[in-house]
């Protein structure tokens, strides 16, 4: 029987978050447009515990918060997590992108209805945007939690410098700060997350929501061999370029060997070694199918061990 889900607080706030979340990042609504799919995989989700859903208005230019939504509607909207984000365009026009007040505040009403709720628990800034004062974002997210449309408010992909600027405006103007950094963190990608973005969000209280743990499927062993036909690094060119390496595919291989005797999968070891880094409130984790998201779940059996963290600390340096 697979281990109950665990729930962690995010940051220093009152949110709880189950352990690992699922996102709609290149999926739903995406390459997964099977109403059935979508709707037994999130099923089997919820079942299982989770209550954290991350989309993005991005996704699948809306088609995400469309498909995720449809099915998140059938659960009482009190024990779901579910978050959106803002910042890439949306169209060809000069204002539909960025963290401009204009494009926040119209951003956020489209999110609401694809997705049919009347808040978000969690409302990502995407990116940093260099074209627009950090003051200003913040003043508009702040409005967006005073009118209850948004709850919690936070940042994604953004420096540590960046954070502390958030948060010293927030603190000085008595605004709501960001309350949640989401970063890219996997075995393959640690070196900022641990250097920069985990010491900024500890500083400020921030909880830590994780994106790409397994480098978009590299370290479960799937491109071993080449590329399959269909998968994420075929469709997505700029993170085959930097995830395919000879390099990465050779650590990968060799990372069959640190699951000797643990009765795991290398997939299963990579999330388990992301939920147990200093600051991780919740992994977001992918699945184009139940059987998938079975097996992202069977990481929650796997406890990481000094002996452990200290071969993939050796295989997996922060490079």
Known sequence: MAKAMSYRSMGNSGLKLSAFGLGGW?????????????????????????NFYDIADIYAKGE??????KVLRQFPRHTLVISTKVFWPMSEDVNDKGLSRK??????????????TDYVDLYFCHRPDPETPIAETVRAMDDLVRRGKVLYWGTSEWSGAQIREASAIANRLGLYAPQVEQPQLS????????????PAAEAHGMGLVTWSPLASGLLSGKYDEGLPEGARLSRVDWLRDKLLTDENRERVKQLKDAIQGLGCSR???????????????????????????????????IEITPAIAARLDALFPAA
């Open 26 to 50: 290149t999926t739903y609504g995406g390459s997964v447009t099977d109403e059935a799919l979508v709707a037994a995989i999130i099923k089997r989700a919820y079942d299982a515990g989770i």
């Open 64 to 69: 995400s918060e469309k498909a995720m939504g």
């Open 103 to 116: 494009h926040i505040m119209e951003s956020i009403d489209k999110s609401l209805q694809r997705i049919g």
């Open 187 to 198: 075995l393959l990608e640690h070196r900022i997350f641990e250097s920069d973005t985990q």
């Open 267 to 301: 997939a299963q070891l990579a999330l388990a070694w992301v939920a147990s880094r200093l600051g991780v409130s919740s992994v977001i984790t992918g699945a184009t199918s139940v059987a998938q998201l079975e097996e992202n779940l069977g990481a929650l059996e």
